[in-house]
């Protein structure tokens, strides 16, 4: 059944940005033809470079150009600030893609609370609303009849949550355990692989899989935002960022990376979260594991959780922890979701 166009509007214009815009460019007459899907790119809110805004949709080929540049944009501009256009455009959704801030997830926690409270969907790939302020947001959301949907902000473009809501919307996880941070998976990779420190971070930087402030990646902080938004998706468990025991890999040097190897081990940065009866136990640490263990053999930027269930035992998901492209397909699955959800 064909419904009205979705009008989408953007808040950030970095690299997920570009992804999501490459895979709309490419594969719009295969979205609607396979799965119904019709939008229209109106707006895109930047602090850095300006508000475009067009009722009727801003060319694709235009916001593929200017993904390659950082030059002010010239065209379609509006005298908005990002919350007068969440509140003046007539998007339907709003992507949430603005710096990450995990001490009090601003500005983007107020752009998602006004876009739901003005009865827009929000698709966000930002960690700080969904790491501090979730059920609030989720609350807000059916308040109002819309969705608050975050796939991008745990596993890049690896579908955990959406694969929870679905396949696994019976069995109840008891422990998560896994590599939830793709720079330093890569930088300890280079290292056992003889990279020195300073080198495989310059790599990681190149490649662009490192955050702005390095220590989010770094110092774990990244990993323990992905570990609660977790617990409160999939285990409905209310942590909070202080209740995660925290330790990064800044301290590990080139001789303890050998030293595990020549005996057989790999250092890994792993998040475990257990429920036990009356208590919950969570942290992010560098550990030294044996081969014997799974996410021993998780290697590059790629990203693994382990969910242990009970029901089904011990089920592994792995796939890509960073990338445009990657991070940009987890912002189209939000975006089909709705999409369904709209159409029932």
């Not at 235009?62 to 509006?78: A, I, V, W």
């Not at 959704?93 to 752009?111: C, F, K, M, R, V």
């Not at 490192?210 to 999939?234: G, P, S, W």
Request: glycine content about 8%; hydrophobic content about 40%.
């Amino acid at each position: 059944m064909s419904h009205d166009k979705h009008k989408i509007a953007l808040i950030g214009f970095g690299t997920v940005a570009h992804g999501l815009i490459e895979i709309l460019h490419d594969r719009r007459n295969q979205l609607y033809e396979n799965k119904d899907f019709n939008f229209d790119i109106v707006a895109v809110a930047t602090r850095s470079r300006g508000t475009m805004y067009h009722p009727d949709g801003l060319p694709l080929d235009e916001l593929l150009s200017l993904g390659k540049s950082s030059d002010p944009f010239t065209k379609h501009l509006k005298e908005w600030s990002v919350e007068t256009m969440i509140r003046e455009s007539n998007a339907t959704i709003i992507i949430e893609l603005s710096h990450t801030d995990l001490e009090t997830a601003e500005p983007a926690l107020t752009y998602c609370r006004t876009a739901l409270e003005t009865g827009k969907h929000v698709v966000s790939g930002n960690k700080g609303p969904a790491a501090i302020s979730y059920h609030e947001l989720v609350t807000i959301a059916s308040k109002h009849g819309k969705l608050y949907l975050n796939e991008a902000t745990v596993l890049s473009g690896t579908p955990v949550f959406s694969l929870a809501r679905s396949a696994l919307a019976g069995v109840k996880i008891k422990r998560i355990r896994g590599i939830l941070n793709g720079a330093t998976n890569f930088i300890l990779s280079e290292m056992e692989a003889g990279t020195p420190y300073s080198v495989a971070m310059g790599d990681a930087e190149k490649l662009g899989y490192l955050e702005a402030d390095h220590t989010a990646d770094i110092e774990a902080y990244d990993a323990q935002a992905k570990l609660v938004i977790l617990a409160n998706i999939l285990m409905s468990v209310p942590l909070r960022l202080k209740d995660v025991e925290r330790s990064g890999i800044s301290h590990l040097d080139f001789q303890e990376i050998q030293s595990a190897r020549d005996k057989g081990e790999r250092w890994k940065l792993v998040a475990t979260i257990d429920v036990l009866e009356g208590s919950v136990q969570a942290k992010v640490k560098a550990e030294r594991l044996s081969l014997k263990d799974p996410l021993a053999h998780v290697m590059g930027t790629t990203n693994a959780i382990i969910l242990s269930t009970d029901l089904l035992g011990d089920i592994s998901i792995s796939g890509p922890g960073a990338g445009s492209v990657e991070t940009g397909y987890a912002i189209l699955s939000d975006l089909l979701t709705i999409n369904s959800e709209v159409s029932s």
